[in-house]
């Protein structure tokens, strides 16, 4: 990676529903040819409000989750699933994933972070290039020039991520869904986890220039319909469970 022009055994995948030609079709397309890396497109799922998945738990959703989950929401877990079918099928250690409204808006800290992550696997399943409203870091640690986090929680955001084949086989383990993939993540006690960011972020979420973001148009409207207060005080009850679990987590995080 930090050697343009050469290949590398690095392989990328772009989670996107744009055909080529369309903007963020494009855009991922014209971003990536300046980096080294053997890039897959990956087509998404498509989903309406009729569907209903087999991969999606209704039942569990409600046992496990304030609200119901929107279609685009499962939709996107759906798809990054399949990308990390693709990675264990295609016998790689470790890909990039990236979702097609990325913007890589800092090329050398996003390199470098790279080629840093590469040289301590041991300490990471997943590291991240993007948050969304991230919360308290916990635990800091440079690399070169690289300054690697832990969150109270992992933020918000699947824009972009290296990830390990070993992660990638432990998430699929989970036969259904019922929460959206970066609040899955937010509980990486469930699967063992160890999930980093690099910060600050040299990669940023460009929905808004490529045609707005669908899931924030479908959470907004869900909102609107489904206003339910019994459930919202047992999201309450949810939220201090998780508390305290990621209270024990960071603790074990801490000696390893």
Request: charged share 25%; proline share 5%.
């Amino acid at each position: 990676m930090s050697e343009p022009g050469k290949r590398t055994s690095l392989s990328c995948y772009v989670l996107t529903l744009d055909s080529p030609g369309g903007a963020r079709y494009e855009s991922a397309r014209r971003q990536l040819e300046c980096y080294p890396l053997a890039t897959t497109f990956v087509e998404g799922i498509r989903l309406t409000r009729d569907d209903r998945p087999f991969e999606y738990s209704r039942w569990l959703n409600l046992l496990m989750m304030k609200r119901a989950m929107t279609p685009g929401e499962i939709s996107v877990y759906l798809g990054h699933r399949k990308i990390w079918h693709q990675i264990l099928n295609d016998g790689h250690d470790l890909a990039l994933v990236l979702e097609d409204d990325f913007f890589i808006h800092d090329a050398e800290a996003f390199v470098q972070a790279i080629d840093d992550a590469m040289q301590i696997q041991p300490r990471w399943d997943i590291v991240k290039f993007f948050d969304f409203r991230p919360k308290r870091v916990v635990q800091s640690f440079p690399v070169n020039q690289t300054t690697f986090v832990m969150h109270k929680y992992a933020a918000s955001g699947c824009v972009a991520y290296l990830m390990r084949a070993a992660a990638a086989k432990r998430l699929l383990e989970r036969r259904h869904i019922y929460r959206p993939v970066d609040e899955d993540w937010s509980h990486p006690w469930e699967s063992d986890l160890r999930i980093l960011s690099v910060e600050p972020n040299p990669v940023a979420e460009i929905a808004s220039n490529l045609g707005g973001s669908l899931l924030e148009a479908e959470r907004r409207k869900m909102k609107s319909f489904q206003r339910n207060w019994l459930r919202s005080l047992y999201g309450n009850v949810l939220t201090v469970k998780k508390n305290a679990q990621a209270m024990i987590w960071r603790r074990k995080m801490a000696n390893v």
